[in-house]
């Protein structure tokens, strides 16, 4: 079957959520033991690209970034922010799911959406078990045992009981319910899983195939930090987690990843019982990764290689190469025109990035994450993260080459740092494939820093940006805020 052919392949997409990449098998190896042998199967029957990176991490920015193929710089979606009722939107742009649909495709998305007011791109959408709320933490906390920092009160670590059910599965049910009724036409599907974002907690069965003592807890190399990393853990709370609990809520976290990987072999197994296979183009990836522990960072937010590194396969039995393993530069928004190309649907004049199996590597791909305007928070759901200087929390970007990231500060209370605020961090991932040495004050680097540093900015100074959003309220921000530990106190507001 020739790429782009007429006979219009299937897409099959299972998208996570806060997933690390070393959290994979055949990604490792990571902090302790994985066992994802699904997802590592089809690595081996597809195309592996370890060089993966987010273009925001931060959920909503990093969904609109890859439904739009565009860069937040662009669209307009600077953090999560852009999922309130009240988000002045700036621009509307194209999604390559509303390409498919243009030309003859059945396009649905499963599970988890969170994308910016204003965006409907799929033809249908079911959100059972996609949400944050759904597991009890607000009538019976005691028995999820929840570890829960004491920044962002979301759990990090914990469990959910075998007697009853995890409310996740009706993602994995409905999506193969939807095959099922699928019919003859092409499809684009979405199956998108909430796991193993926080909260953390894996059913108890998943939960016993993995020991705490197997995990580093703090115990992982001490890095290098910029102001911005720092400030961030500081405010997240990860360091005030014990050794034990710490390391509990890494092997929670693995365990949940085994739960997701069941539901991929699950999903896997229908479309080879509905024979559909070899003419089903099916993608794994995640909108972000998330830090355990490093430095005492938790959740994501950050460009360290754990939070912006994040795994993509891509398989197409009889089409694309099996067990080819890619170290060229790759991000997110890369997948709307490989899905075009590989289809033969036309892209959209707007979509940014490449074809993975037809161009050629950029030199550099940048991101970015934040508002960076008066009142804007490190977290917008917990209302928690000034800046240093009580200024609003910053917007940081990041240019990766083949060689360097280095990442910076862009814009704070809604203009460029001012002296001194830049905060700039550089990495020599090549020879440091951690990125816990910082370079940035090493005169023997100065060049790189100065070139990378002008070119970020360049890259910033053409951005998009819509008028911020109001104050914190709790009824904007209800549907995102971390769950509810316990029963509400009487007279609060539910």
Known sequence: MAVGSTDRPNVLWIFSDELRADALGCLGPGLGPVATPNIDRLAASGTLFRNHFCNSPACVPARASILTATHPQENG?????????????????????????????????????????????????????GDMHIFGLDRDPASREPIVPDGIRSPVGGVFPDREFFPPDAVTINAIDWLDRAGDAPFLLRVSYLQPHTPVLPPARFRRLFRAEDFPGHDIPRADQS???????????????????????????????????????????????????????????????ASLGENGLLSKVVFAPQSQRVPRIVSWPGTLPAGAVRDDLAQSLDLARTLCHLTGVPPS??????????????????????????????????????????????????????????????????????PGEEDIFLADWRADPHERRDLAADPAHAAVRDDLAARLRDFASRSVEPAFVPAYSADEVAEFAPPRLGPPQEGARP
């Open 77 to 129: 979606v600077h953090s999560n922010e852009a999922a309130w009722k009240s988000y002045p939107l700036p621009v509307r742009l194209d999604t390559f799911p509303e390409a498919f649909a243009r030309h003859g495709r059945r396009t649905a998305t499963i599970g988890k959406s969170h994308v910016p007011r204003g965006y409907v791109p799929w033809q249908e959408e079911n959100g059972e078990g």
């Open 227 to 289: 102001a911005y990393d720092d400030a961030f853990a500081a405010m997240v709370g990860g360091r005030g987690l014990t050794q034990a609990q710490m390391q509990r809520a890494q092997a929670d976290y693995h365990a949940l990843v085994t739960w997701l990987d069941v539901q991929v072999g699950l999903l896997l197994a229908k479309v080879a019982l509905m024979g559909m296979r070899e003419r089903t183009i099916v993608v794994f990836d995640s909108d972000h990764g």
């Open 349 to 418: 004049d707007s979509f940014r990035g490449r074809a993975l199996f037809a161009d050629p590597a950029p030199d550099a791909i940048f991101a970015s994450v934040g508002m960076g305007a008066p009142g804007a928070r490190a977290s917008s759901a917990a209302n928690k993260g000034a800046w240093r200087t009580g200024a609003g929390w910053p917007r940081r970007g990041c240019v990766r080459t083949d060689r360097w990231r280095l990442d910076m500060n862009l814009r704070i209370d809604g203009a460029p740092p001012p």
